[in-house]
């Protein structure tokens, strides 16, 4: 709306409202000026130039605000109509909104106002500036009571002369938090406080919405009208939307997962939760990162559990070399569940390639758990430790055996080269053999023999020379180490029919 053309043309962006539709919409109005003789004579000046400012002060003494009412017509020396104006054709949505307004909003209202309570806002004050009210040479104060009128047009979006009248409203008073009592209320009348300059108006809207929390659509909104804001006005709504650095998300995540799997006291239930989190979240290559560092810091700490375990490097008596052995088992044991966790993830969400990259180099780990497992140690300390391990195996294995994950074939050769004497010193050594270890050694068995058959020939032959030990007295019990043997033997009786089909 424009009053007398374009009011202030540098500050047209800062008075602009939403409408219903949450956009802000250019600010038109228009002034007609009463003579005191009560002919209508057009305003032939511009008010002018205004901006927002944080210095101006233009609030009327107590004195003053006690002597005015609103909508007082006894004692107003300023009469407001407010009138919708009609949407532009061009635009759908307010066209839309217009045909909802009439039954929901008067169309045409005239409210009384006072001079000095009006210029609480710098555009009308401005607007009732000396260099705006002298027309024709002749002061139009010089009368004892002279009655401005104004024609003030807003934009057609429901509620749009409510809001407008509440603003004009709030001028009359420092009680703005008994108005401004929900998010939907303070987005309705910001815009109209921001087209008027009504900066205490303005400046308790922005505070309410920074204290209180937002449904997605009214963030949306939110995020319409900071534009229109100061900087320091809208520091801290940005704030709240906006992350502190690049990495904030994958660092929430980093965050997260450690809390569920060290300090959580009910694991399960946050586990599961994050496990959400890290399926729904947009990126998958932020997802992969995260699991990664967090899966890096697992394994280093299972294997310098294991390592001291195996080789301790301390002095001391029986006591506190078996307190300290039972300390690196227990730690050992608790972060390779972690680890687990972290690979069932990986697998779940396609992330793994780096985490079998790296568990296929752990030569110095594999080595450690073959000599701890040879001892009697662990056995009344962490009896599960074998099984945890070998599941993490398992499952990254079987993930290259289906091809969940495209590994290397050097990775897929260490793989198995590694971890396979690990196998087969909890089959000899882990005792007795429950029911449960025994279909995990038969799953392990079939996923190694499958990642052998996709190697050349001299691996498969130097690696399916160790898996002996698959075997059992009764030779129809191992049909996985059967039918591996006989693909080998299959190609290797026909190696011509490959040189051929090469030449």
């Known amino acids: 709306m424009m009053i007398g053309g374009n009011v202030g043309g540098a500050t047209s962006k800062k008075r602009q409202r939403v409408g219903s539709n949450s956009r802000l919409s250019s600010t038109a109005a228009a002034i007609d000026s009463y003579r005191p003789d009560g002919t209508l004579t057009e305003a032939s000046h511009k008010p002018p130039s205004i901006r927002r400012s944080s210095s101006l002060s233009l609030l009327p003494s107590a004195a003053a605000a006690a002597r005015s009412g609103f909508n007082d017509s006894a004692t107003a020396d300023v009469v407001l109509r407010l009138y919708l104006e009609q949407p532009s054709p061009f635009d759908s949505d307010d066209s839309e909104s217009f045909s909802a307004v009439d039954s929901v909003d008067q169309d045409d209202v005239q409210v009384y106002l006072h001079s000095d309570v009006l210029r609480k806002s710098k555009y009308f ?5 000396d260099l705006w009210q002298t027309v024709n040479g002749e002061s139009e104060w010089e009368t004892s009571r002279k009655i401005r009128k104004f024609n003030l047009g807003v934009g057609a979006t429901t509620g749009s002369i409510n809001n407008h009248l509440t603003v004009l409203q709030l001028l009359y008073t420092n009680d703005f ?20 300059l009504f900066e205490d108006c303005v400046r308790s809207c922005v505070k309410f919405l920074e204290a209180v929390p937002w449904s997605e659509e009214e963030e949306k909104r939110i995020m319409c009208v900071v534009p229109f804001l100061r900087d320091e ?38 586990k599961a939760f994050v496990a959400k989190l890290l399926r729904d979240f947009s990126s998958r290559e932020s997802v992969r990162r995260v699991l990664d560092r967090v899966f890096d810091t697992s394994l280093k700490i299972v294997k310098e559990s294991l390592e001291e375990y195996s080789s301790p490097n301390f002095r001391g008596d029986h006591n506190e070399t078996e307190a300290i052995q039972r300390l690196n088992l227990h730690t050992a044991m608790t972060n390779g569940r972690h680890l687990l966790w972290l690979v069932e993830r990986m697998i779940e969400l396609r992330v793994a390639d780096t985490a079998v990259k790296e568990w296929s180099e752990q030569a110095s780990f594999t080595a450690d758990l073959q000599r701890a497992f040879r001892d009697d140690a662990w056995r009344n300390i962490v009896p599960g430790l074998p099984a ?29 080269r590694d971890w396979l004497p690990v196998l087969i010193v909890c089959k000899d050594n882990v005792s007795p053999m429950l029911p449960s270890h025994k279909s995990l050694y038969l799953e392990l068995e079939e996923t190694f023999l499958k990642i052998i058959s996709t190697l050349p020939m001299s691996d498969a032959q130097e690696l399916l020379q160790l898996c002996l030990s698959f075997s059992t007295r009764n030779v129809e019990d191992c049909p996985h180490l059967v039918t591996a043997f006989n693909t080998w033997f299959r190609r290797a009786t026909h190696p011509q029919q490959a040189e051929n089909h090469f030449q």
């Open 177 to 196: 938090s008994s108005a401004i009592d929900s998010v939907s209320t303070a987005l309705s009348i910001l815009p109209v406080a921001l087209e008027l």
């Open 388 to 416: 945890v391990v070998l599941r993490c195996t398992c499952k990254l294995a079987n993930a290259v055996a289906v091809g969940n994950i495209l590994a290397a074939r050097q990775v897929r050769m260490k793989l198995v």
């Open 233 to 270: 006005e809208s520091r801290e709504l940005l704030a709240r939307v906006s992350p502190s650095k690049d990495e904030s998300s994958e660092e929430m995540l980093h965050g997260l997962i450690l809390a569920a799997i060290h300090n959580h006291p009910n694991m399960a239930f946050a």
């Open 125 to 129: 004050a401005a607007l009732l500036s």
